[in-house]
């Protein structure tokens, strides 16, 4: 009997090389993903390249926007649009294929890059939140502790420890061996991957559990304590004017932030379903969607429909291209 069970053990850890691999999508319908899915698709994205690109623009060429809030702010809409881009092309691309297929090294690359830039999003976001910080409890240092030295060696880091992280997952899933070729997702997502795989992946699922979990902690605990400060000295702001005109500085990253990291928290530092996997049914999905579609569409919006100064940068803007 136990010679018969590690004869099933041997032959089930035979297994050829995945070449491609098959991304399922939202769904297996191919009506609705040609005329429901790709268009909803493709005007988010699109919708998501204008904000983005438009935002970087203005702030360009804005005298009044060359502070290093909206250095970052700059950056993050790179950011933003990259990551949209990464996941959008391919599956904008599969909608109108037959074969929804992806090739092992696009696989990877796609993976990097998502948990690269998803990475980099949150150093960045924590660097925005220390220099609110500095910008309200220490209003005189703010010129020598947010110089443009700094401000690069911030934004550089972020991208750096990103993309590090990054390297080290896409190392390690990569290595194993695959025994299926169909993503049960819209992209290469790194859970997705680890349910095809037919080698032991406790590593890898500790690898998530310990060294994404402490990006997603520090950065979130970075920005928490940036704002118990800011609160802290805002209450001390004898006028309500005062404390109003300071808090409204921080109330876009604030939503920013909060719905980034929740979107994921939900995705991807949740208890697993029965059978093991995240991702459970189409909602899941459709919630991966949100977080790579529709959140780099949001920040955009977020911080021109409530920041002054954005809105009076856009107005000068649009008078300087109507007189010319």
């Keep these: 009997m136990g010679n018969k069970n590690l004869d099933v053990m041997l032959e089930g850890n035979k297994t050829t090389a995945v070449k491609d691999f098959i991304l399922v999508g ?48 700059s950056n993050l809409s790179f950011i933003d649009s990259l990551f949209s881009s990464v996941v959008a092309c391919e599956s904008l691309a599969n909608f109108l294929e037959d074969e929804k297929s992806i090739s092992f090294i696009g696989c990877a690359m796609q993976m990097y890059f998502v948990i690269g830039l998803a990475s980099a999003e949150c150093f960045l976001l924590a660097a925005m939140a220390y220099d609110r910080y500095v910008a309200i409890c220490k209003p005189l240092l703010y010129p020598v502790l947010m110089s443009p030295r700094v401000c690069l060696l911030l934004m550089t880091g972020s991208y ?95 939503i920013a932030v909060t719905i980034f990291h929740g979107a994921i928290l939900i995705l991807h530092f949740r208890p697993n ?18 977080y790579t579609i529709v959140i780099p569409l949001l920040n955009p919006l977020i911080y021109s429909l409530r920041n002054k100064e954005v809105k009076d940068a856009l107005r000068c803007s649009w008078r300087r291209a109507l007189t010319k």
């Design 26 to 73: 939202l769904t297996s319908s191919p009506k609705m993903q040609i005329v429901i899915i790709f268009w909803v698709f493709l005007i988010f994205y699109m919708a998501t390249l204008v904000g983005n690109i438009g935002m970087i623009a203005l702030i360009r060429i804005s005298p009044q926007l060359h502070t290093p809030m909206y250095f970052f702010l």
């Design 273 to 290: 379903s029965s059978n093991g996997s995240p991702i459970q049914d189409v909602s899941d999905k459709i919630l991966a969607v949100f």
């Design 160 to 254: 750096l420890l990103g993309f590090l992280h990054s390297l080290l997952h896409t190392i390690f899933t990569f290595r194993l061996s695959f025994c299926r070729s169909e993503i049960n997702h819209i992209y290469c997502d790194i859970t997705a991957l680890l349910l095809l795989s037919c080698t032991d992946t406790h590593l890898n699922e500790l690898l998530i559990f310990y060294v994404a979990g402490l990006v997603e902690a520090t950065t979130l605990l970075s920005v928490f304590l940036s704002y118990i400060c800011i609160l802290a000295n805002i209450v001390r702001i004898s006028s309500v004017s005062g404390r109003l005109k300071a808090f409204s500085t921080c109330t876009s990253h604030l």
